[in-house]
């Protein structure tokens, strides 16, 4: 075992670190993605192999007939390499830097073996034996990652065996409400909430006219038609609803001057062009559903709000009144408008809760400053169902909050998520430290919240089937 030899395997450590705790963890999110459970149970089998590979090559000399075991196992690695690339390629898009990552993976792996076959090779025509080969701090740096890609491997074992029980149910029923043979235009199909609507339409039997970026990567399910543009959809074109969802995110960075401008004009610009194409079609839609959120109340601490309540000013207000305004026009073309004022989605495969289920998960999650801020929230299966709802009640227009009936204060939010994954919730971060990293942001989305009730969708008939967030937390954990 040469001096090269482990500088490649650290190396090689080094960046399986790296892609196991930003990538699997972090940004992809792998452990609560029902999506990826074989591709877990890969990795956890690799990870196993990983810390047997680091404990006998970082303690022992093994010779003869136990040398076939090693390379054995070496071999399986490459196999199931291979298998795990396969797996991602149909499951899901890898982001570029973990392509990148992989390619340096696979291209160390064969350095490594270039050297470490000889030295095996040499070993197996020796007399059969293991012997102690103790290295000094090399010998506790295998066993250090040895324990480490051990405890990794049962953490994907546990992740998988948890993601069998948490599989959606099918879609297709949460569109029931909904006229046979009805079709929708989606704008901002791909999205945490468009894709499953998609997904409840085209399940139910209804058409579906999806607009997206890239159709090559929009993983929606068929059948469906794709358009990039709204000006590829001819004036004859036939279509009984629009709902339109699109938007650059609002939770995913800081609210710089070019962060609003990008948020504030991505709504602006796509209702604008919702609204273009209902007057050049000649046979105009029944119903435009338009996106909206909470933020349009602006900040009102405990104070019930429901649609007919005022609104305070604040970044999140203006952004709200300049959407509802954009697709205001449509109700003179005789199409019936809802604005949908959306609150915190609840689910596991977007949404805010996404970021923190990682640090709950691992006993780190805990209150946003004094936890008496409240959370209006909605599952969001039952925000599918709502829009359907609304497009099916004619009667139904204006502002409809999107919220569930039972709010909660976010010290309540934390204590039923960390029960719920069986954790303490008591690592509160100070609001002070917030406002100084966040702003506005954090005062708004974090710290400021609402108190929101759905009165509208409730008078109108409209039954929760996640009334309370224990409910909801037991239908997607």
């Known amino acids: 075992m040469t001096s090269m030899l482990w500088i490649l395997i650290a190396v090689q450590v080094a960046m399986g670190v790296f892609d196991t705790f930003y990538h699997h963890e972090l ?6 993605r029902p999506s990826q459970r074989y591709e877990l149970r890969l990795h956890g089998l690799r990870n196993m192999l990983y810390a047997f590979l680091f404990l006998v090559l970082g303690w022992l000399e093994v010779h003869g007939i136990f040398v076939v075991i090693v390379i054995a196992v070496l071999v399986a690695e490459i196999v199931i390499t291979l298998m795990d690339f396969v797996e991602e390629d149909m499951s899901r898009k890898l982001p570029a830097t973990e392509r ?15 050297l470490l076959l000889p030295v095996l090779l040499a070993w197996a025509f020796e007399p059969a034996a293991i012997t102690s080969a103790y290295g000094g701090p090399l010998s506790i740096v295998a066993a250090a990652a040895a324990v480490g890609a051990g405890l990794c491997g049962l953490r994907d074992f546990a992740a998988s065996r948890r993601l069998t029980r948490m599989t959606s149910a099918p879609a297709r029923g949460l569109v029931e409400k909904l ?11 791909t999205g945490f909430i468009g894709s499953r609507l998609v997904a409840g339409l085209t399940g139910a039997g209804h058409q579906v006219i999806a607009l997206v970026r890239n159709p090559a990567k929009a993983e929606l399910p068929p059948p469906i038609t794709l358009i990039t ?21 609002i939770g ?15 709504r602006i610009a796509m209702t604008g062009d919702v609204i273009k194409l209902i007057a050049r079609l000649e046979r105009k839609p029944a119903v435009l559903v ?23 000013a604040c970044f ?5 009144e300049a959407w509802e305004n954009a697709a205001r026009p449509a109700a003179e073309h005789g199409v019936r408008v809802v604005y949908l004022r959306i609150g915190l989605v609840i689910g596991t495969e977007g949404g805010f809760i996404t970021r923190m289920l990682t640090p709950f998960e691992f006993g780190l999650g805990g209150p946003l400053g004094s936890g008496k801020q409240w959370m209006s929230w909605i599952e969001r299966d039952d925000l599918v169902r709502l829009i359907a709802h609304v497009i099916a009640k004619p009667d139904i227009s204006g502002p409809v909050n999107a919220t569930a009936p039972i709010p909660v204060t976010n010290l309540k939010f934390t204590e039923e998520l960390g029960r719920r994954l069986h954790r303490p919730a008591v690592f509160r971060i100070p609001a002070a430290l917030l406002r100084r990293v966040g702003g506005d942001f954090a005062n708004e989305l974090l710290l400021g919240g609402q108190r929101v009730l759905p009165n ?13 967030l224990r409910s909801a937390f037991e239908a997607i954990l």
């Open 252 to 266: 995913n960075g800081l609210w710089t001057e070019a962060k609003r401008r990008t948020i504030l004009d991505s």
């Open 290 to 312: 338009s996106g909206s959120a909470i933020g349009w109340y602006g900040l009102w601490q405990d104070q019930v709000l429901t649609e007919s309540a005022k609104s305070h």
């Open 179 to 189: 006229p046979e043979w009805q079709t929708v235009l989606v704008t901002g199909a």
């Open 456 to 468: 509208k969708a409730l008078s109108n008939g409209f039954v929760f089937r996640h009334e309370t």
């Open 229 to 249: 543009s709204l000006d590829q959809l001819p004036a004859d074109t036939k279509i009984d609803a629009i709902v339109n969802l699109a938007g650059e995110p």
């Open 316 to 320: 999140s207000h203006e952004l709200c």
């Open 27 to 32: 940004t992809e999110r792998l452990a609560w």
């Open 100 to 114: 990148i990552n992989h390619t340096l993976l696979a291209i160390n792996y064969g350095a490594i073996l270039v």
